[in-house]
T-cell receptor, first 112, second 108 residues
Framework: DGGITQSPKYLFRKEGQNVTLSCEQN?????MYWYRQDPGQGLRLIYY???????QKGDIAEGYSVSREKKESFPLTVTSAQKNPTAFYLC???????????FGQGTRLTVV | QKEVEQDPGPLSVPEGAIVSLNCTYS??????FMWYRQYSRKGPELLMY????GNKEDGRFTAQVDKSSKYISLFIRDSQPSDSATYLC????????FGTGTRLKVLA
């Protein structure tokens, strides 16, 4: 069953801790993305990767880091430098940049 | 000015109505356009993808793009209560900018 899997679905973190969100796809897509969704603000792009071993900052990359060591995996680390990390995080993939993008079911991160 | 603007709603319609959802964008370089449906606490589901002006139809959904006026629309025919969700438009070139979403309620 092809798709994008994000885990965990819910995540709680203490202030000052780093946390890594998982995103795996079995669609054989080259491009992958991370978005953040906050109420009333829509989706904002954090990082994107056109191809394995390459990634670029999006519009709100500060306080986040990513890696793309494998085609199917694009983990996002939310660092302690991110001032407002509580949000709904969405991972997406597409065959290439500018083709249709498909989303995972999201991870809701709460900082306590 | 946001690059992609969308009325947040909520938009309430009776079951069976034709729904019109709209977005405007400011960057004339945008070439690719998508519409998503998002249920509460779920990931967005792709409904339509298009890269040219004109209409594209898929079942009860029609996407319309007017590049000259930088206006994109999604029409839903014979709307159902299960269509109640937030609808997101997206536009871009090598990366996509999303609107804030329009909340739709279809009343039985």
């Amino acid at each position: 069953d092809g798709g994008i899997t994000q885990s965990p679905k819910y995540l709680f973190r203490k202030e000052g801790q780093n946390v890594t969100l998982s995103c795996e796809q079995n669609l054989n897509h080259d491009a992958m993305y991370w978005y953040r969704q906050d109420p009333g603000q829509g989706l904002r792009l954090i990082y994107y990767s056109q191809i394995v071993n390459d990634f670029q900052k999006g519009d709100i990359a500060e306080g986040y880091s990513v890696s793309r060591e494998k085609k199917e995996s694009f983990p996002l680390t939310v660092t302690s430098a991110q001032k407002n990390p509580t949000a709904f995080y969405l991972c997406a993939s597409s065959e290439t940049l500018n083709t249709e993008a498909f989303f995972g079911q999201g991870t809701r991160l709460t900082v306590v | 000015q946001k690059e992609v603007e969308q009325d947040p709603g909520p938009l309430s319609v009776p079951e069976g109505a034709i729904v019109s959802l709209n977005c405007t964008y400011s960057n004339s370089a945008f070439q690719y356009f998508m519409w998503y449906r998002q249920y509460s606490r779920k990931g967005p589901e792709l409904l339509m993808y298009t890269y040219s002006s004109g209409n594209k139809e898929d079942g009860r959904f029609t996407a319309q793009v007017d590049k000259s006026s930088k206006y994109i629309s999604l029409f839903i025919r014979d709307s159902q209560p299960s269509d109640s969700a937030t609808y997101l438009c997206a536009a871009g070139t090598y990366k996509y900018i999303f609107g804030t979403g329009t909340r739709l309620k279809v009343l039985a």
